[in-house]
């Protein structure tokens, strides 16, 4: 399965964009989805998950109350929807597949077999 994230830009803070996350060559109906986000000079951090029928979401404290993931299996597409978005929001989110999804990994980035390629989000002050 190849991933495609798309849906970066530049917002102002305060302002809100949706990530999309497609696939290709297969279904991302059976895997977890996830998405993770680095940062200039930082480490790949984990953002968002959600089990393969949607009925369970995972989030970052850093961003609860704020992002709301989800997935439209019919679609083959899983969105991750961003508000309230601060400076500190900027980074690369990638979207990425877990074809396993165990309990407990759904926030580690080793658990996820599939990745896009990521897309760009810059939240200006």
């Known amino acids: 399965v190849q991933l495609q994230a798309s849906g970066g830009g530049l917002v102002q803070a305060g302002g809100s964009l949706r990530l999309s996350c497609g696939a290709s060559?297969?279904?991302?109906?059976?895997?977890?989805m996830g998405w993770f986000r680095q940062a200039p000079g930082k480490e790949r951090a984990f953002v968002s998950a959600?089990?393969?029928?949607?009925?369970?979401?995972y989030y970052a404290d850093s961003v609860k109350g704020r992002f709301t993931i989800s997935r439209d299996n019919a679609k083959n597409m899983v969105y991750l929807q961003m508000n309230s978005l601060k400076p500190e929001d900027t980074a690369v989110y990638y979207c990425a597949a877990d074809r396993f999804g165990r309990p407990g990994y759904s926030s580690i980035a080793s658990a996820y077999d599939n990745w896009g390629q990521g897309t760009l989000v810059t939240v200006s002050s």
């Open positions: 959600i089990s393969w029928s949607g009925g369970s979401t």
């Open positions: 060559g297969g279904t991302l109906s059976t895997y977890r």
